[in-house]
T-cell receptor, first 114, second 112 residues
């Protein structure tokens, strides 16, 4: 969906560098998520946030941190990048309400750590 | 926590035939099951979803069935077309943590 944007779309960095991936949405959704995608491993949750003051770890949060600057913005940081963090990263948002909470994904950021 | 297993990992069918992808989940309290389609180089796109109070849902050529007793759900695509070629992911939503757990994906190839 064009309502969920990610920057940068591609990034090559070196081991040990700090890097930030940004996500913005205009859908008005309260919940935002960061996923990592590796071949054969599906989508794995890194962090998620239910509102500006709520941050939760996902299944693979080690080596990552996040910041929810506003309802519409959710950033993912790699404090000291390592090669096995090379992956495709997706931001997602989900609908308000108690049923369904359909998730919508951003276009992804392809990160390469040399 | 929830665990979702998806099979097969790859599936090849002739154009016009049907394709079925199956997922099992571990948490009987999970209550929402979406399916996503991801074309090469693109983002995952929601194609159909089902809630635990429904046994089957259909949308044109795609359908999803849910068996809560056995804790499995399936995606059915009929009259397959070349544009159905993609990776498909199932997911289950954990009731407690309110987050999705994804299967490992199925690469579907439609042969002309």
């Amino acid at each position: 969906d064009a309502d969920v944007t990610q920057t940068p779309r591609n990034r090559i960095t070196k081991t040990g560098k700090r890097i930030m991936l940004e996500c913005s949405q205009t859908k008005g959704h309260d919940r935002m998520y960061w996923y990592r995608q590796d071949p054969g491993l599906g989508l794995r949750l890194i962090y998620y946030s239910f509102d500006v003051k709520d941050i939760n770890k996902g299944e693979i949060s080690d080596g990552y941190s996040v910041s929810r600057q506003a309802q519409a913005k959710f950033s993912l940081s790699l404090e000291s990048a390592i090669p096995n963090q090379t992956a495709l990263y997706f931001c997602a948002t989900s609908e308000p309400g108690t049923s369904g909470r359909r998730q919508f994904f951003g276009p992804g950021t392809r990160l390469t750590v040399l | 926590g929830e665990n979702v297993e998806q099979h097969p990992s790859t599936l090849s069918v002739q154009e016009g035939d049907s394709a079925v992808i199956k997922c099992t989940y571990s948490d009987s309290a999970s209550n929402y099951f979406p399916w996503y389609k991801q074309e090469l180089g693109k983002r995952p796109q929601l194609i159909i979803d089902i809630r635990s109070n429904v046994g089957e849902k259909k949308d044109q050529r795609i359908a999803v069935t849910l068996n809560k007793t056995a804790k499995h759900f399936s995606l059915h695509i009929t009259e397959t077309q070349p544009e159905d070629s993609a990776v498909y992911f199932c997911a289950a939503r954990e009731q407690g943590a309110q987050k999705l757990v994804f299967g490992q994906g199925t690469r579907l190839t439609i042969n002309p």
